[in-house]
């Protein structure tokens, strides 16, 4: 098939991407070409296109202090009447830039004392917001010009110490995280943080939190080998997490988990255009997750459980509850159980603030009583299984902080604790044949990344019980 094809390639197109992405200009070549007259012309062309600049275009800086708002940047920068009241209304309306903060920066481009150009910057926001004017208070144009970026692959082998975040803090973060190559500003620190998190995150509550207990199984001198993907932004020097490609898990009391990538469409609820998804899964093919997550925040205690309308037996009546309450603390982060589409996304009334999902195999989830939503989804948005789609709150009827979680099937209530939650689906067919070709490559791609042979799991039949054991 075409489609598979294209998806191979894409895949081959990622493994690639490091040493593709980054390559330095190659010279002009051909007929006689002199480097010290080149070199001349250019400083020439630039002393003299610094000393037009020098005379003409006049650059005004300010920056948000404590306390700031956007009217005391803009007047600080000399921008008064009706370019003023311009820049608020694009500021705000237009390019939703509706607060200030410490940090913020905000460049005014004067020629010869006319404002031409206005450069909003967000203090941790990839870009600025860029406003051109011709001379006269009306701005000719708008928009927001993102940083320049590019990802890359690299390979990151960990041994366990204490824990898997000391690991990854030791031995896990790029050199060239900030721009200094050290963690000196506090900038510096939050990225360092952050990278760890999401590294972690990834590693212990995405990809191996079915197959390790990181509170038990983990001994130290146990290894991690992970092929991952970062984003890179040259303009800042700066270098953020992005996902894992692959990872193996190496006990150092024997036995190996793996997760190996494949990319594929997502599930026939997607919109059209939704990208390609990757998923990982054994050597054999079999998922390494299951349909949904056992609950949608990371630490919940069930303080009200599932009870359709028979008799309370300690409570001695009825009371209806169709779903499970999980108590935890305000702005816990609420996840979304599987992969699906978001059919409601507003406020209900008694749930207040809910999420509604609908997944495959006709299945529903309701999240409610939220604080507030996550940014950048909406109705219609697809979202897959861990994806943040709000935060804990006390919405609607509630007498504390916590999620009301609810589960249908085919349109009735069901209780989530007691659902069986089978295996998601395993490569089959043409995607499994696909799968074990690429197997291969992927892995000699991986052992020249490490400098060495990475380790591969011995075939144990013993290894995987797809068994719920509740
Ligand atoms: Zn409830």
Redesign the pocket.
């Known amino acids: 098939m075409r489609s598979r094809i294209i998806l191979i390639s894409i895949f081959f197109l990622a493994m690639g991407a490091t040493f593709l992405f980054r390559k330095p200009h190659s010279p002009e070549t051909g007929g006689v070409w002199s480097l010290t007259d080149h070199l001349s012309k250019l400083e020439y062309l630039t002393d003299s296109l610094n000393s037009i600049l020098a005379d003409t275009i006049e650059v005004r800086t300010a920056f948000v202090e404590e306390g700031g708002t956007l009217g005391a940047l803009l007047y600080s920068t000399g921008i008064e009447g009706n370019r003023y009241l311009n820049c608020c209304d694009i500021l705000i309306d237009s390019l939703g830039w509706s607060s200030v903060h410490v940090g913020d920066t905000l460049d005014a481009f004067y020629a010869r004392d006319t404002l031409t150009e206005v450069r909003a910057r967000p203090r941790n926001g990839r870009g600025y917001y860029c406003i051109e004017f011709d001379g006269t208070a009306d701005p000719v144009d708008w928009y927001w010009v993102p940083e320049e970026q590019f990802r890359r692959l690299r390979a990151v082998t960990l041994v366990v110490s204490s824990s898997v975040w000391e690991s990854i803090a030791s031995g896990g973060v790029p050199p060239d995280l900030s721009p200094s190559g050290h963690i000196v500003t506090a900038r510096d620190s939050i990225r360092e943080v952050a990278y760890i998190k999401g590294f972690e995150n990834e590693l212990a509550n995405r990809l191996f939190v079915y197959d390790i207990d990181f509170y038990y199984d983990v001994q130290p001198g146990d290894s991690v080998w992970v092929l991952l993907e970062e984003t890179r932004y040259p303009g800042s020097s700066e270098t953020t997490f992005r996902r894992i490609v692959a990872a193996k898990y190496d006990f150092t009391l024997g036995g190996m988990t793996e997760a190996i990538p494949f990319f594929h469409q997502p599930d026939s609820l997607a919109p059209d255009g939704s990208a390609i998804i990757l998923d990982h899964y054994h050597r054999d093919g079999a998922s390494l997750r299951t349909m949904f997550l056992k609950m949608p925040v990371p630490f919940g205690r069930i303080s ?1 459980p599932y009870s359709d309308s028979r008799m309370h037996p300690v409570l001695g009546y009825t009371r209806v ?1 169709r ?3 999980y108590a935890a603390p305000m702005g816990t982060e609420i996840y979304a159980v599987g992969d699906g589409v978001i059919t409601v996304r507003g406020f209900t009334g008694g ?1 207040g603030n809910m999420v509604r999902l609908r997944h495959a195999n006709a299945y529903e989830t309701g999240y ?1 009583h939220m604080n507030s939503y996550a940014r950048h989804q909406e109705i219609g948005s697809y979202v897959r299984q861990g994806d943040v789609i709000g935060y804990v709150g006390s919405t609607g009827l509630s007498t504390g902080p ?1 999620v ?3 589960m249908k099937r085919n349109g009735s209530y069901v209780n989530p604790a007691s659902e069986i939650l089978p295996p998601a689906n395993p490569l089959l067919a043409n995607d499994l044949d696909f799968f074990m070709l690429q197997l291969p490559v992927l892995e000699s791609t991986w052992s020249i990344m490490a400098g060495m042979d990475i380790p591969v799991s011995q075939p144990q039949g013993t290894e995987s019980s797809n068994t719920p054991t509740e």
């Open positions: 009200s509850h779903g499970i309450d749930y409610g916590h009301h979680f609810e």
